[in-house]
């Protein structure tokens, strides 16, 4: 089974400059998030996605950030513009439905974006 | 709030060295989730475990093992015979199990650990 793919691997910019990255998900996984890893820290969840609606994006700095899920399956995360404060590594993740009785279920991580702003 | 604490940054062990990670947790949720996740130099976070909040039980998947208490708020997690393949940077989370962040993961700051040969 595939695994959660993301592209690019890494990015280059210069400030000021728009960005995206795109994430496919898990293959019948229902739930996408995308979360921004600052380097020596943990994840911390930017948006999370219900099939195609957001329901938890209290973490996203909208006034340069956005995302979308049209059809409920691959996403793209846009930055514009972007900040030297934005290098990071920009993770995607999925899960299926939680199991009977669950309300929680694992959350399968991709490789990664790298993104650099000069 | 909720908040993962994992107090070593790094640690150091000769291969077939035990060696243990701590995690304290807190949330004032009563229904939660708890999960480690391992980040190798690759970058990509592998599952390793869920626990949830009513399930207090240890338990072990080979050289690894997890015992949870809710007494301490700890999730500590255990290598035994440690090998250079362990080497990473591990990571505790926590999950609230209702409500309409749930299923959102807190992680820690992880732990590097590094395995010599």
């Known amino acids: 089974e595939a695994g959660v793919v993301q592209s690019p691997r890494y990015k280059i910019i210069e400030k000021k400059q728009p960005v995206a990255f795109w994430c496919n998900p898990i293959?019948?996984?229902?739930?996408l998030y995308w979360y921004l890893q600052n380097l020596g820290q943990g994840p911390e969840l930017l948006i999370r996605?219900?099939?195609?609606?957001?329901?938890?994006d209290s973490q996203l700095p909208k006034d340069r950030f956005s995302a979308e899920r049209l059809k409920g399956v691959d996403s793209t995360l846009k930055i514009q513009p972007a900040e030297l404060g934005d290098s990071a590594v920009y993770l995607c993740?999925?899960?299926?439905?939680?199991?009977?009785?669950?309300?929680?279920?694992?959350?399968?991580f991709g490789p990664g974006t790298r993104l650099t702003v000069l | 709030a909720q908040k993962v604490t994992q107090a070593q940054t790094e640690i150091s062990v000769v291969e077939k060295e035990d060696v243990t990670l701590d995690c304290v947790y807190e949330?004032?949720?009563?229904?939660?989730?708890l999960f480690w996740y391992k980040q190798p130099p690759s970058g990509e976070l592998v599952f390793l475990i869920r626990?949830?909040?009513?399930?207090?039980q240890n338990e072990i998947s080979g050289r690894y093992s997890w015992n949870f208490q809710k007494s301490t708020s700890s999730f500590n997690f255990t290598i035994t015979a440690s090998q250079v393949v362990d080497s990473a940077v591990y990571f505790c989370?926590?999950?609230?199990?209702?409500?309409?962040?749930?299923?959102?993961?807190?992680f820690g700051k992880g732990t590097k650990l590094s395995v010599k040969p």
């Open positions: 993740a999925s899960s299926p439905l939680p199991r009977p009785g669950q309300s929680n279920n694992e959350q399968f």
């Open positions: 293959s019948g996984h229902n739930t």
């Open positions: 996605y219900e099939n195609e609606e957001a329901v938890d």
């Open positions: 949330t004032r949720d009563t229904t939660y989730y």
């Open positions: 626990r949830n909040s009513f399930d207090e």
């Open positions: 989370a926590l999950s609230s199990g209702y409500g309409g962040s749930q299923g959102n993961l807190i």
